[in-house]
């Protein structure tokens, strides 16, 4: 393992900003995992700092094939993180928005730019990756179709499912997209959480991520067998809405199955305690998201399913 | 005098989660000659932190009440599209971190912010010009201009014309600029100008005044109103699609940016612009110096600046004198 600094900038009163690699391996630049890039993903860095652990024990068994390197970036926003800001700290501007990035443009574009120069040459690309809207999601990798995504690769993790979906106007900017174009194979891997660290779901991902490795002979590794991934579209989740604001109480968690009519979600007026609504199932299927924080708004989407008629 | 028909109407709401309703209201006058059918609308505060447009929605309001006489056709004032956002300093949506202006055209089955926003095209739409004022933002300080997306620039430029700006900057096309408020209305054919002035958390009166002149004088050309004396600046135009008609500045290094020529100055190559400071160590770090000659037409306010900073935007000599 060696570790080095990628990226810096010199501050004017706090320490330099830096983001730190970690390399495995040697020669071709064959994997690189991307950590956090705002400053709430506690769990996008925790899940690099296994996948760091991990990868350390096997190149010490000498288990990273020849000519293969694997890089680990567990966080390309340190100041955000520790200024719990979740965006850049003085404009607010997200680094996923900035792809491929501009050396000689504004700051959050130089970051994005010093590091896409860094890990644009990978043949995949892997990113623990965080939703817009706070919450627990069911393990799975995220692809866009941009008419070069791989799916049959995106199987080889294992996880229980390949979530397709179309990007929005805004999902151009993001590394995931800019590295498809740039011919990166790559994945966004969504673990449970993001604000906080839940480790079975980290390890989940990490096994995941090894198993895709061992598949495309970059690692040898006795791989888990995982899931046969069931591919869907986020289009076709089937999306619950807050009738009125409230306080939010989950009866689910994400990855739960659940059979049509079961109370998924209760909101309550803050006020008076007295139920606004009870949410049932429409369907029987899986739990994919919860909203995760005691106050929804309206409208919100509290509770993502995919549907499975066959569960019983 | 004749009378004019006036009404705070909310345009759509919706419920907080503890005893409060989010509301967004409009001022609608409607003149007292009603042959003409137009409809023009005023828009500001998507961005919770750009106050200059607010002075615009009260002077327009105050002029044609002291005129009333003159107005045709509907004006639909919209103060503050994102009021939790005004009310507590907040560039976009509280509690959602999320930048309005990256929301259209909304969805009516969406969240509470995307519901907003398509209640609120709904609203606008079907109107026969709309002004989207912004104030550049906290950190930049902006001569008074209409920008335009080089996909609408055919309708919008003779609009844009008539708006008494100092300067009219036509950018290329950004897949980005897709969800904002303007490219949603224009893509349903109703011309927006999007006006950038001024500066972020701040009123420039000056400004205020020259852009009501402008809207008054769009009033008049779109035959909404009747007034023989009008002020009407010849602006400067950037056909600027390719994006080489201006010269970004931007700190090379982080620090504490002093000014030294204001915005909207004329500047020649090698003109110091402003230097980048370390007060702790007492020194200049770096001197900002015109690269080119040219026209300083955004410069920086806030003084703290990180490596990448913009500091100022120069428009290329040629380009003003052709
Ligand atoms: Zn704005």
Redesign the pocket.
């Known amino acids: 393992m060696t570790e080095e600094i990628l990226f810096q900038i010199k501050a004017l009163y706090r320490d330099d900003f830096r983001i730190r690699g970690y390399r495995f391996g040697n020669g071709e630049d064959s994997v690189c995992i991307m950590g956090s890039m705002r400053g709430n993903e506690y769990q996008q860095i925790y899940a690099c700092a296994l996948m760091i652990d991990k990868l350390k024990r096997l190149e010490e068994k000498g288990r990273i094939s020849k000519n293969r390197s694997v890089l680990v970036i567990p966080c390309a926003n340190p100041y955000s993180v520790n200024t719990k800001k979740r965006f850049w700290t003085v404009d607010n501007t997200d680094i996923n928005r900035m792809f491929p990035g501009y050396s000689l443009g504004e700051t959050t574009q130089r970051i994005a730019g010093g590091i896409f120069d860094e890990i644009k040459k990978y043949k995949y690309g892997v990113q623990f990756a965080s939703f817009y809207m706070p919450g627990y999601f069911v393990p799975h990798i995220r692809m866009m179709k941009t008419g070069r995504e791989n799916i049959e690769l995106a199987k080889q993790f294992g996880l229980p499912y390949v979530v397709l979906h179309h990007p929005r106007p805004f999902d151009t900017a993001t590394l995931n997209y800019n590295w498809q174009i740039w011919n990166t194979d790559a994945f966004s891997i969504y673990t449970t959480s993001t604000g906080n660290i839940d480790k079975k779901s980290a390890e989940q991902a990490c096994d995941a991520i090894l198993n895709f490795m061992s598949k495309q002979e970059i690692i040898s590794f006795r791989s888990y067998e995982g899931y046969i991934s069931r591919v869907v579209e986020s289009k076709d989740f089937i999306t619950i809405r807050a009738e009125k604001a409230g306080f939010f109480e989950s009866c689910v968690s994400a990855g739960g199955k659940v059979t049509k009519d079961n109370l998924l979600a209760v909101i309550k007026d803050p006020y008076t305690l007295r139920v606004h609504q009870e949410i049932y199932s429409p369907q029987s299927g899986i739990v994919a998201f919860v909203h995760n924080e005691t106050l929804a708004y309206q409208n919100t989407a509290v509770i993502k399913l995919i549907e499975d008629e066959d569960m019983l | 005098m004749p009378n004019l028909k006036d009404a705070i109407i909310e345009v759509v709401s919706a419920e907080m989660p503890v005893d409060e309703r989010l509301m967004i209201k409009k001022h609608r006058i409607i003149g007292t000659d009603k042959t003409i059918g137009k409809r023009i609308c005023i828009v500001t505060g998507?961005?919770g932190d750009?106050l200059e447009g607010q002075f615009v929605c009260y002077e327009v309001s105050r002029r044609i009440h002291e005129n009333a006489g003159a107005l045709k056709g509907i004006v639909d004032i919209y103060p503050a599209m994102n009021p939790i956002g005004i009310d507590s300093v907040t560039r976009g949506i509280p509690a959602f971190d999320l930048d309005m202006?990256r929301i259209f055209p909304g969805n009516s089955d969406g969240d509470m912010n995307e519901y907003v926003a398509s209640e609120i095209i709904k609203d606008c739409r079907g109107a026969d010009l709309c002004i989207d004022i912004?104030?550049?933002?906290i950190f930049l300080t902006e001569v008074p201009q209409i920008r335009i997306n080089e996909l609408h620039k055919e309708s919008l430029i003779p609009l844009a014309k008539q708006a008494n700006m100092d300067f009219i900057w036509i950018h290329g096309n950004n897949t980005v600029l897709k969800s904002t408020f303007a490219y949603s209305l224009n893509s349903i054919q109703v011309p927006t100008l999007v006006v950038?002035m001024g500066v972020g958390m701040r009123i420039t009166k000056e400004y205020g005044i020259q852009l009501a002149d402008g809207i008054f004088s769009l009033m008049n050309y779109l035959e909404m109103w009747t007034d023989s004396n009008m002020n009407k600046k010849t602006p400067i135009i950037s056909y600027d699609q390719d994006g080489t008609d201006v010269i970004y500045l931007n700190a090379p290094v982080s620090g504490v940016y002093v000014k030294e020529r204001d915005h909207g100055s004329i500047v020649h190559r090698g003109d110091k612009i402003g230097n980048i400071i370390d007060p702790l160590g007492g020194k200049i770090l770096f001197e900002v110096t015109a690269p080119d000659d040219g026209w300083l037409f955004t410069s920086r306010e806030y003084p703290i600046v990180d490596a990448g900073s913009l500091v100022g935007r120069i428009l290329k000599k040629e380009v003003y004198e052709k």
């Open positions: 998507i961005h750009e202006n912004h104030a550049s933002n950038e």
